[in-house]
């Protein structure tokens, strides 16, 4: 009997590699087609090793068979062809057969994120090449926009297999952070005011952090720097859903000004009750007097009167061009001048002129009380007033020496008593 040399065909092999001689890399999952040329009158039989792993499923005794591939592993596959003379020829090749590859996706973060953020995807092996869901073949793919999202992959031997499908949910809110801030003066607070603002959502957390080693996690907070300088201030923000912004401003907190003052004269009464005052403050540019009586001033260095006697509290507010302020207080003591003049006679003649007793003073109308009393020389009663404008006309008596008392509450609330004698003459 005579051999026949002939070679066997991979027919319909799809993605199918030839990376050896006689040796055929195939997938699990997939029907194949082996044949042979075809010569009339020939007769073909088909033998393979390991019939566990594929199973021949139609076109035995022909020079074309289709092949089941069930499960990986390597197998011979041999033919062998009887012609009409009775001569006798064989072929083998050697199959491989591989899994499918097992492709698993993941999102590098949360797959529901704000508009603008991006989402990440990722395959957990390098693969020979990719198929994403939306068309694109890198290795990765970077989702802006809602949707189910997997990817065929296919490996060194042209096996191929579709992927876990993740749902990525790009959410319309969004988060803008902002703030804003009062007050740039050393040891003195700055206020902090979070402008933030969501749209489909909510804030709820927040995160500050001044510069200083402060933070914080309020709308609103007051910080007391103690250096001047500049500092870097950042506020974090997420909402509901996990919308997130950050913002970062350099704030520069500058110094203070030195308030001071000096006055002269020291010391002030009623009868003089001028007062000069002497800025003596450093790094100012605007300045506001409280002189304690409800007069206000902004004047550098201002003279002011008191009207009335007292102890004034005396304050300077000072502030420089940077709105930093500083103040100072010191007291003011107004004297209280109690000017009193009785006269020693007078003359009730009707003349218009000195015809009329009572005493005559300074600030007489602030007198909380007062009393005029007259005795004659046997220590009786001849008059008497609490009215500080009523006087003495002595009409009913006689020329001589009469004794008075005058006893006042004045406006300090002190009591003062004042007595004499006054000659009446007609």
């Known amino acids: 009997m ?49 019939t566990s792993i594929a199973t021949i499923t139609s076109g035995s005794g022909t020079e074309n068979i289709i092949m089941n591939l069930n499960s990986s592993g390597t197998f011979q596959l041999i033919v062998e062809e009887l012609n009409a003379s009775g001569c006798f020829g064989y072929d083998s090749v050697l199959v491989e057969i591989h899994d499918q590859p097992t492709p698993i996706i993941s999102a590098l973060g949360p797959v529901q994120v704000c508009f603008g953020i991006d989402v990440v995807l ?44 993740i749902l990525v949910d790009i959410q319309s809110a969004s988060a803008t952070a902002d703030f804003y801030f009062d007050g740039i003066c050393v040891n003195s607070p700055t206020t902090f005011l979070s402008t933030s603002f969501s749209v489909g959502d909510v804030i ?38 996990g919308c997130k912004d950050s913002i970062f401003k350099t704030i520069t907190v500058f110094e203070n000004p030195k308030a001071n003052f000096n006055y002269n004269p020291y010391t002030i009464s009623t009868l003089n009750p001028d007062i000069n005052f002497f800025n003596t403050s450093t790094n100012g540019t605007q300045y506001l007097w409280d002189f304690g009586d409800s007069i206000y001033s902004i004047i550098e260095s201002p003279t002011h009167i008191y009207n009335d006697p007292g102890v004034y509290d005396v304050m ?61 020389q046997w220590g009786e009663m001849i008059f008497e007033t609490e009215d500080i ?38």
């Open 2 to 50: 005579r051999k026949l040399k002939f070679i066997i065909l991979l027919l319909n092999a799809f993605a199918s590699q030839l990376v050896a001689q006689n040796t055929v890399h195939l997938c699990v999952g997939e029907s194949h087609s082996f044949a042979v040329p075809y010569t009339n009158g020939s007769v073909y039989d088909w033998k393979m090793q390991n």
């Open 204 to 241: 709820n957390s927040l995160n500050w952090d001044f510069g200083n080693g402060i933070h914080s996690y309020s709308d609103s907070v007051s910080v007391s720097y103690n250096l001047v300088g500049d500092y870097q201030v950042s506020l974090s923000i997420e909402t509901a859903v």
């Open 389 to 426: 404008n009523e006087r003495w006309d002595g009409a009913d008596s006689q020329n001589g020496s009469y004794a008075w008392a005058i006893v006042i509450v004045d406006e300090l609330g002190e009591v003062r008593k004042k007595v004499g004698e006054v000659l009446l003459i007609k």
């Open 122 to 165: 990722q395959v957990n092996t390098i693969y020979d090449s990719y198929l994403w869901s939306d068309g694109s073949s890198a290795s990765e793919l970077v989702v802006d926009s809602t949707g189910d999202y997997s990817v065929i992959v296919t490996d060194e031997f042209g096996c191929l297999n579709n992927s876990n499908a």
């Open 316 to 376: 300077l507010f000072v502030e420089n061009v940077n709105e930093c302020m500083d103040s100072i207080s010191k007291k003011i003591i107004m004297y209280y001048d109690f000017v009193l003049h009785v006269p020693a006679a007078f003359t009730p003649n009707d003349d218009g002129d000195n015809d009329q007793f009572g005493p005559i003073g300074l600030r007489m109308d602030k007198y909380e009380s007062f009393g005029l009393y007259v005795y004659n």
